[in-house]
């Protein structure tokens, strides 16, 4: 990823930061952990069981006010370590996932309607 993109990428989590109360993600997490498998290739609409196939067992499971549940995953790179989650609908279903644990992303809803 070149520099400049890099700039712009960062630039635009500013200014998102700046727009909500919620806790914008970070892309250099996305840069470094790209790659990783949760990250590459959950996505939304798989099941319960693919995640669990490509990830593995979470570090934590949470029960969600909807009826759903999120997983919360460490990755690891190079001695760093990142939270992330995957969340999942009342049906099983992975519909938001990213470089948070549960409980920010849970907070996050709570502060920003439809978030």
């Not at 960062?10 to 914008?24: D, E, V």
């Not at 939270?83 to 938001?96: I, K, L, W």
């Amino acid at each position: 990823m070149s520099k400049a993109t890099l700039a712009v990428l960062i630039a635009s989590a500013a200014l998102a930061a700046c727009s909500s109360n919620s806790r914008p993600e970070n892309p250099v997490d996305y840069v470094t952990f790209r790659n990783e498998p949760l990250v590459k290739q959950v996505e939304n609409g798989m099941t319960t069981q693919k995640v669990i196939a490509i990830g593995g067992s979470p570090s934590n499971m949470s029960d969600l006010p909807n009826g759903g549940i999120c997983n919360d995953y460490i990755l690891n790179k190079d001695g760093k370590q990142q939270p992330y989650y995957v969340r999942f609908d009342a049906s099983g279903h992975v519909d938001a996932k990213g470089f948070k644990t549960c409980k920010q992303r849970e907070e996050d809803r709570k502060a920003v309607p439809g978030a």
